[in-house]
């Protein structure tokens, strides 16, 4: 069975970068999307960002300019780079992956990790 690993969590102060990757068991070429999704205490989950196996990206709108999607296909690992990182970010964060459908912010994905905490402090 299909596995992801998210790693990259910590705190940080306002204004500070956090680089969260998440591997998988399987080549990332195999799935058709994946993304990272995020869920802060008392709040729902939402969308952070996606990227289609084409290379397409798309963010959520507070996060755009700030966070960057990278793929490393040799290594079966999707980062995402956070920069001025702001309180709200604070947050678990999930890696996920489609295998097949469409790939967008209100997509549906199969796969999902285990989370890795991101806190940001004013």
């Known amino acids: 069975q299909a596995r992801l690993s998210e790693s990259g969590g910590g705190s940080v102060h306002a204004g500070g970068s956090l680089r969260l990757s998440c591997t998988a068991s399987?080549?990332?070429?195999?799935?058709?999307?994946m993304g990272w999704f995020r869920q802060a205490p008392g709040k729902e989950r939402e969308p952070v960002a996606v990227i289609a196996r084409n290379g397409w990206t798309n963010y959520e709108d507070s996060v755009e300019g700030r966070f960057t999607l990278s793929q490393d296909s040799a290594k079966n690992t999707l980062h995402l780079q956070m920069n001025n990182l702001k309180p709200e970010d604070t947050a678990m964060y999930y890696c996920a992956a489609g295998i097949s459908g469409t790939c967008s912010l209100t997509a549906r994905f199969d796969v999902w990790g285990q989370g890795t905490q991101v806190t940001v402090d004013s």
């Open positions: 399987e080549n990332t070429n195999d799935y058709f999307c």
